[in-house]
């Protein structure tokens, strides 16, 4: 039993602490509580972006908590890939630099799992293979199917 | 095994049969605000297997069901993987798992519903269900829905844990 | 007591009204939940944007609810202006056209009161009168005064 | 009555004095993730007396005071405000109100602070502080922090009809 999470946990931990490297350019790992017995602790986050000294997962900003967070998805993404990931807005605190190291992250990921992923931000839109756009009318909603990122940008542009 | 498509019938904003074909890769989604965009990702939740409305933002299973012009009494939503590689142990190349919820009011439970679950058109039990969707590694750990991007730094340590627990 | 109550409560509702209509082309309305005896009872706000039924606040998109929830922060300033309001990243869940609209309103309304709003999103940006850039160097903050939106455009655009 | 400027010395991720003048109509404020913008928010609401440190994402007080290269002991925000209109009883072109937390540790209570408020320089008690800014209209509803922009639609119908009780 224990073997087993350990198992998991030693490659997931792996995976965390290269993922947020590669997307923040700074230090995250993944600590147990209870290294003796797993079970009785929880599992920590720490993170230490770049220049900073390893800080509280409170004191994060909207921006560093998603990057500490999507890292965790995706580590375990990387240990046992599911079939396929729908994510809705998750580049919502992300600046638009963030959001595009996510974006092309996915954009890799997504040879080896299939990602459906809603946006409103045009960095992310640019970064998949297909969009599709959702409008509605009398609240009925319709579906446009293969749009590319010029006629989206015509779709959330302000005239 | 990836999703081929979705069809959405009666589903909360979707008033008619809607069909989404999916590909291979990385689709984005993208449209005004209060358009639809998740309420596909709750479409998806819905068939996963959802218990609890509030997940999906309804108060009731019921109120998942199309209200407008027309109201309809039911609402249905298949999801259809491609099984080529005989990833699930289904003698098919393609296996559509389908929910639907169906209003049957009732004296004194005007709010009654049945609910049913269909894989590739028949009539299967949850345990059925489920069993297919454990076996083709699909679960609500997937999906992130609106708001919850920072959820996984938000939990507890303990709840975090148990995440691993879950792979192991 | 009550009399004091009904005074603000109306003027309020009034402005709702109008800011909802005016941000979304559908209606808004506050209802009390017990009119004889306020105090018994809450404040409900029901929604109804344009082509849509009057919708239940749960079921509503992301971008409706900021919307709802900004038309009544707005309601109230409109009737009790204070002397400064502080937004961070309002615009966060509103597509183009949504944020745009709430940028402008913010503008028209910061003749009256000063504003002070943090966002990461261009079109928000473009309607401010004054642009500070905030970074920070090995975990220090510096501000940056008085940036232009083009200046802005190269420290958010993504190289 | 406008805030003119806000002086940040050592709170959060300002590791000096920093001042920031404003000017009156919309001033945006923008940056990397991480930079701190937030925090220039949370500052505003440190002065305005907030006394939960989890409202500062912050477990204890003495957290806000700057850890960087130099460790500081203590961290003092000021807001300026313009007062030419006599807006406020106070007979001064300008007001500042100031609050400072100093590290005092105890041998029974490490993280022990000291907690000053001052009106344009002078000590004051908190009731006083807490009256000019009510009297000026400024309290924390005029404060929507990131994450929070939904929370009037999802707070309970009581508590939004409180808010209608206040201004009464
Ligand atoms: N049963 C139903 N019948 C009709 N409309 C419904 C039903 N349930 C929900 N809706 C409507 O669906 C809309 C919300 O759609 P959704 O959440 O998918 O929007 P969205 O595209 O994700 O928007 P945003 O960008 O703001 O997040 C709401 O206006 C809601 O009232
Ligand atoms: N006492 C402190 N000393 C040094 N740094 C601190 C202190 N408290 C918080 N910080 C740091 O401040 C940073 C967060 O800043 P802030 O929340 O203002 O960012 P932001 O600009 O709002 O970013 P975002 O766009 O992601 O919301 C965190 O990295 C946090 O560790
Ligand atoms: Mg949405
Ligand atoms: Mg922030």
Same mark, same amino acid.
């Given at each position: *039993?224990?073997?087993?999470?350990?198992?998991?946990?030693?490659?997931?931990?792996?995976?965390?602490?290269?993922?947020?490297?590669?997307?923040?350019? &700074?230090? &995250?790992?993944?600590?147990?509580?209870? =290294?003796?017995?797993?079970?009785?602790?929880?599992?920590?986050?720490?993170? *230490?972006?770049?220049?900073?000294?390893?800080?509280?997962?409170?004191?994060?900003?909207?921006? =560093?908590?998603?990057?500490?967070?999507?890292?965790?998805?995706?580590?375990?993404?990387?240990? =046992?890939?599911?079939?396929?990931?729908?994510?809705?807005?998750?580049?919502?605190?992300?600046?638009?630099?963030?959001?595009?190291?996510?974006?092309?992250?996915?954009?890799?990921?997504?040879?080896?799992?299939?990602?459906?992923?809603?946006?409103?931000?045009?960095?992310?839109?640019?970064?998949?293979?297909?969009?599709? &756009?959702?409008?509605?009318?009398? &609240?009925?909603?319709?579906?446009?199917?293969?749009?590319?990122?010029?006629?989206?940008? *015509?779709?959330?542009?302000?005239? | 095994?990836?999703?081929?498509? !979705?069809?959405?019938?009666?589903?909360?904003?979707?008033?008619?049969?809607?069909?989404?074909?999916?590909?291979?890769?990385?689709? /984005?989604?993208?449209?005004?605000?209060?358009?639809?965009?998740?309420?596909?990702?709750?479409? !998806?939740?819905?068939?996963?297997?959802?218990?609890?409305?509030?997940?999906?933002? /309804?108060?009731?299973?019921?109120?998942?069901?199309?209200?407008?012009?027309?109201?309809?009494? #039911?609402?249905?939503?298949?999801?259809?993987?491609?099984?080529?590689?005989?990833?699930?142990?289904?003698?098919?190349?393609?296996?559509?798992?389908?929910?639907? !919820?169906?209003?049957?009011?009732?004296?004194?439970?005007?709010?009654?519903? #049945?609910?049913?679950? #269909?894989?590739?058109?028949?009539? /299967?039990?949850?345990?059925?269900?489920?069993?297919?969707?454990?076996?083709?590694?699909?679960?609500?750990?997937? !999906?992130?829905?609106?708001?919850?991007?920072?959820?996984?730094?938000?939990?507890?340590?303990?709840?975090?844990?148990?995440?691993?627990?879950?792979? /192991?």
């Amino acid at each position: *039993k224990k073997e087993a999470f350990f198992e998991v946990f030693n490659k997931v931990r792996e995976n965390y602490r290269k993922i947020y490297s590669q997307l923040t350019g &700074g230090e &995250g790992d993944l600590i147990l509580e209870n =290294e003796e017995n797993p079970f009785e602790g929880g599992l920590i986050i720490k993170v *230490k972006p770049p220049g900073k000294r390893s800080l509280s997962l409170k004191s994060l900003s909207g921006g =560093e908590k998603s990057i500490a967070s999507l890292s965790f998805i995706f580590a375990i993404q990387e240990y =046992e890939p599911s079939s396929f990931y729908a994510l809705d807005e998750i580049d919502m605190f992300l600046d638009e630099k963030n959001a595009e190291k996510v974006a092309k992250m996915i954009s890799e990921n997504s040879r080896k799992a299939q990602f459906i992923v809603v946006s409103l931000r045009r960095i992310t839109l640019m970064q998949a293979d297909h969009i599709y &756009g959702v409008t509605s009318s009398n &609240g009925v909603s319709t579906i446009i199917g293969n749009v590319n990122v010029r006629e989206v940008e *015509k779709m959330v542009e302000v005239k | 095994m990836y999703l081929r498509e !979705i069809q959405i019938e009666n589903f909360k904003s979707f008033g008619n049969r809607v069909r989404i074909p999916f590909l291979t890769g990385f689709t /984005a989604i993208t449209g005004p605000n209060g358009s639809g965009k998740s309420n596909i990702i709750d479409a !998806i939740l819905f068939v996963l297997g959802v218990r609890s409305p509030k997940m999906v933002r /309804a108060e009731r299973l019921t109120d998942l069901i199309h209200k407008g012009a027309k109201d309809a009494n #039911y609402c249905k939503v298949s999801l259809i993987f491609d099984n080529s590689s005989r990833e699930l142990p289904v003698d098919s190349d393609e296996i559509i798992l389908t929910r639907k !919820i169906k209003k049957a009011p009732l004296p004194n439970k005007p709010d009654n519903y #049945y609910s049913y679950y #269909y894989i590739n058109g028949k009539s /299967a039990s949850l345990s059925e269900f489920i069993g297919l969707l454990s076996e083709g590694n699909i679960s609500e750990n997937c !999906i992130v829905q609106q708001g919850d991007v920072t959820a996984i730094v938000e939990m507890s340590d303990m709840q975090r844990r148990k995440i691993i627990d879950e792979l /192991a």
